[in-house]
């Protein structure tokens, strides 16, 4: 049945929940989240909610996690979202890469007394809607402080971050490449991951050890993990070896595999230039594919569950123990780099030869 949109006046077939409001004045419809926020102001969404928590995480290393967080958080922000950023590696390349660094980090509000740090005094404003509490070397020994803990260790975060209930509307994690307390903390704290997976053997491999992370978080801790993207990155359309993965990727993940983030050169450069790829390199491919991230992540939100529900536990224990997460027999071409050999046996499989 179509409707006509209440803001723009635009023809349109609503599909989801948030695409119509009931009033006073009768019942409206909206054919975008921008419609419906022009149209209702503060109330869109009935008021105050609680923030969309995410972390962004693989434990294989160089797989393009930061530059995601760090681009997924401004361009949210850049719609008219208040984000928080969190870095959680203590290499710190969150504040490396937009240039910035706070007078405290994450480590004096996980060590220190929370009566004495808050989340205000770590914070960073860096852009309009976008804040960002930095890490560095100190973070290693926040680790050793919590391992010290005697109770509820994989908690300190969650319980540090309670003050921002109701500042933000996103907040998004930037995990490092281990399976840490300090990671075990933002899995504690957030209710879905990200996954950025380079288009490479060994990234594959990271998956699989990221399904087995969060069945560990759900039997051990009680808490449940939703995998809500799966993001292929540093991506080169031309080679099989791309193609092939990103294949993988789909038949095991399905709608929630995000559209490819290509190899691009501008990605590597914006970091040094201080500048998220949309200051960088506004008119740039790489510019449009974490566009077109960012648009389909904010518009998942307001999707009802029936339709495009997250991956959860369960569903992830399957894929994980799964002998068939490996490309098709079909898409395998003789001398290529496979996945198959390590998802079907955990021991480390013989370097096969590589073509060009």
Same mark, same amino acid.
């Given at each position: 049945?179509?409707?006509r949109?209440?803001?723009?006046? /635009?023809?349109?077939d609503?599909?989801?929940?948030?695409?119509?409001?009931?009033?006073?004045?009768?019942?409206?419809?909206?054919?975008?989240?921008?419609?419906?926020?022009?149209?209702?102001?503060?109330?869109?969404?009935?008021g105050?909610?609680?923030a969309?928590?995410?972390?962004v995480?693989?434990?294989?290393?160089?797989?393009?996690?930061?530059?995601?967080?760090?681009?997924?958080?401004?361009?949210?922000?850049?719609?008219?979202?208040?984000?928080?950023?969190v870095?959680?590696?203590?290499?710190?390349?969150?504040?490396?890469?937009?240039g910035?660094?706070?007078?405290?980090?994450?480590?004096?509000?996980?060590?220190?007394?929370?009566?004495?740090?808050?989340v205000?005094?770590?914070t960073?404003?860096?852009?309009?809607?976008?804040?960002?509490?930095t890490?560095?070397?100190?973070?290693?020994?926040?680790?050793?402080?919590?391992?010290?803990?005697?109770?509820?260790?994989?908690?300190?975060?969650?319980?540090?971050?309670?003050?921002? /209930?109701?500042?933000?509307?996103y907040?998004?994690?930037?995990c490092?490449?281990?399976?840490?307390i300090?990671?075990?903390?933002?899995?504690?704290?957030?209710?879905?991951?990200?996954?950025?997976?380079?288009?490479?053997?060994?990234?594959?491999?990271g998956?699989?050890?990221?399904?087995?992370?969060?069945?560990d978080?759900?039997?051990?801790?009680?808490?449940?993990?939703?995998?809500?993207g799966?993001?292929?990155?540093?991506?080169?359309?031309?080679?099989?070896?791309g193609k092939?993965a990103?294949?993988?990727?789909?038949?095991?993940?399905?709608?929630?595999?995000?559209?490819p983030i290509?190899?691009s050169?501008?990605?590597?450069e914006a970091?040094?230039?201080?500048?998220?790829?949309?200051?960088?390199?506004?008119?740039s491919?790489?510019?449009?594919d974490?566009?077109?991230?960012?648009?389909?992540?904010?518009?998942?939100?307001?999707?009802p569950?029936?339709?495009?529900?997250?991956?959860?536990?369960?569903?992830?224990?399957?894929v994980e123990?799964?002998?068939?997460?490996?490309?098709?027999?079909?898409l395998?071409?003789?001398?290529t780099?496979?996945?198959?050999e390590?998802?079907e046996?955990?021991e480390?499989?013989?370097?096969?030869?590589?073509?060009?």
């Open positions: 049945m179509t409707e949109c209440s803001v723009c006046a /635009r023809p349109f609503p599909q989801f929940a948030y695409q119509f409001a009931a009033s006073e004045a009768g019942r409206r419809f909206f054919c975008s989240l921008d419609c419906r926020k022009e149209g209702l102001g503060g109330t869109s969404f009935g105050a909610r609680r969309r928590r995410v972390a995480l693989n434990q294989k290393g160089g797989t393009g996690k930061t530059t995601t967080a760090i681009n997924l958080a401004a361009g949210i922000a850049d719609r008219g979202f208040d984000v928080l950023l870095d959680m590696d203590a290499q710190g390349n969150v504040g490396a890469s937009l910035i660094r706070g007078e405290r980090s994450l480590y004096h509000l996980l060590a220190n007394d929370p009566t004495g740090t808050t205000d005094d770590v960073v404003p860096v852009r309009g809607h976008l804040d960002v509490i890490a560095d070397a100190t973070l290693a020994a926040a680790e050793v402080f919590l391992a010290r803990l005697e109770h509820a260790r994989d908690r300190v975060l969650g319980d540090r971050l309670q003050s921002v /209930r109701g500042k933000y509307q907040i998004i994690l930037d490092g490449p281990s399976l840490s300090l990671n075990q903390n933002a899995l504690s704290f957030v209710d879905e991951v990200m996954i950025p997976v380079s288009c490479d053997y060994l990234a594959l491999v998956v699989k050890q990221v399904l087995r992370t969060l069945k978080i759900d039997r051990h801790l009680g808490h449940t993990v939703r995998i809500s799966v993001i292929p990155t540093f991506f080169d359309g031309r080679t099989r070896l092939e990103v294949e993988t990727l789909r038949e095991h993940f399905g709608e929630r595999l995000y559209t290509r190899r050169t501008r990605l590597a970091p040094s230039h201080r500048q998220t790829i949309f200051e960088y390199a506004p008119d491919f790489s510019a449009d974490y566009r077109r991230l960012v648009e389909r992540f904010v518009g998942a939100e307001a999707q569950s029936e339709t495009s529900q997250p991956i959860a536990v369960a569903d992830a224990a399957a123990s799964s002998a068939d997460f490996a490309p098709r027999r079909e395998i071409t003789p001398g780099l496979s996945p198959e390590h998802f046996t955990t480390t499989p013989t370097e096969p030869t590589r073509t060009a």
